[in-house]
C-alpha cells in the first residue's frame, strides 16, 4: 500500500517516502513469515482434531507459548538424576544452582547486590592464589598457614609502582597494616582488602584456609545469583550438603522483618546439561 502510494509522489518526497516503505517492508517481513507458519500450525491442529473427533478420538492442541509454559518443578534428588543422564561428556561435569532472590528490603526499596565467600564442607576446583599483606612480625606465620605471597611495606612499594609480576585471586591483610594500603585502593580496587568483605584477618591460619579453599558468590541487581556446588561425579549427599551450606550463607542478607520468602526460585544445570527446576522449600 506504501509502494503505490510513491507513484503519485515526484521529487525528494517521492524517494523519502519510498525509504519509509522499504524500512516498514522490512520491519513487517519476519512478522508475517512467523504469523503464516502460525495460521499455518493451527490449521494442521484444527485438521488433526477434526479427524480425531470423527474417530471418536479427541486430541488436545498441542500449540501453546513457550513464555506460558512453566516447566515442571521437581524434587532436588530427581532433578540430580536427570542431569546425571544428559551428561555425556567424559569429563567431571560442574554442578551450578542458579536461584532468583527477593531483593525487597522495605516497602518501596531494594537491596543492593550482595556478595560473599563460603567455604564448602566438600570442597573442589583449584586452590586460589593468595597475596598477604601482614607486619614482620606476622609474615611468618602467613607463610605457615599456606599464602603465596607475604610481604609488608617493601610488598606495598611493588603494587603502587606496579613491579610485581604475580597474578593472584585473593588479597588479605592483617588489621595493623591495612591503614598503609590506602594509596592502593586504585590499583586493587575489588580485591582491596576491607573488614565489611572480611578480608581483613586477625586469625591468619583460619582465614587463609578459608580464602585459600573457598569460593564467590555474587547477587546482581535483579536477584539472580549464579554458583557451582559439586561435581556431577559426587554422591548425591555431597552436593546435597554444599547446597545447605550455600543457602544458609545466602540467607544471611535476608531482612528478617519481611514475612516473605527470600529464595524464590531454584534451578539445578551442569556445565553441559539443561537446567531443572527443584523445590527449594524443603531447605529454607
Do not use: W
Not at 503519485?8 to 513469515?33: I, T
Not at 547486590?113 to 599483606?133: C, W
Not at 554458583?227 to 561425579?233: E, S, V, Y
Not at 555431597?238 to 514475612?259: D, E, P
Request: overall charge positive; charged content about 30%; hydrophobic content about 40%.
Amino acid at each position: 500500500k506504501e509502494f503505490s502510494r510513491c507513484k503519485n509522489m515526484q521529487g525528494l518526497s517521492r524517494r523519502l517516502h519510498f525509504r519509509f516503505a522499504l524500512k516498514c517492508y522490512k520491519r513487517l517481513q519476519p512478522l508475517s513469515s512467523t504469523i503464516a507458519a502460525s495460521a499455518s500450525a493451527r490449521a494442521l491442529d484444527t485438521k488433526t482434531r477434526e479427524s480425531a473427533r470423527e474417530a471418536g478420538k479427541p486430541q488436545a492442541s498441542r500449540i501453546y507459548m513457550l513464555s506460558r509454559h512453566q516447566p515442571e518443578v521437581t524434587a532436588f534428588p530427581e532433578a540430580l538424576r536427570a542431569l546425571r543422564a544428559y551428561s555425556l561428556s567424559e569429563i567431571s561435569e560442574t554442578v551450578e544452582v542458579s536461584l532468583k532472590v527477593d531483593m525487597t528490603l522495605k516497602k518501596n526499596k531494594v537491596r543492593d547486590p550482595f556478595r560473599g565467600s563460603i567455604l564448602y564442607p566438600h570442597s573442589f576446583g583449584t586452590e586460589r592464589k593468595l597475596l598477604f599483606f601482614a607486619e614482620e612480625s606476622l609474615a611468618e606465620e602467613a607463610r605457615m598457614a599456606g599464602a603465596d605471597l607475604v610481604g609488608g611495606e617493601e610488598l606495598i612499594a611493588k603494587v603502587q609502582e606496579g613491579d610485581l609480576d604475580f597474578d593472584f585471586d585473593v588479597c588479605l591483610a592483617t588489621p595493623g597494616i591495612v591503614d598503609k594500603l590506602r594509596p592502593l585502593q586504585k590499583k586493587l580496587r575489588a580485591l582491596m582488602p576491607a573488614t565489611r568483605r572480611g578480608t581483613v584477618v586477625e586469625n591468619i591460619a583460619e582465614g587463609v584456609a578459608q580464602f585459600k579453599r573457598s569460593l564467590e558468590y555474587k547477587c546482581d541487581k535483579h536477584g539472580y545469583l549464579n554458583t557451582p556446588i559439586g561435581k556431577l561425579d559426587f554422591p548425591d549427599e555431597h552436593i546435597l550438603v554444599n547446597l545447605k551450606t550455600l543457602l544458609k550463607a545466602v540467607a544471611t542478607h535476608r531482612n528478617h522483618l519481611l514475612m516473605t520468602s527470600f529464595v524464590k526460585r531454584a534451578v539445578l544445570s551442569s556445565t553441559y546439561g539443561p537446567g531443572f527446576p527443584f523445590t527449594i522449600r524443603e531447605f529454607l
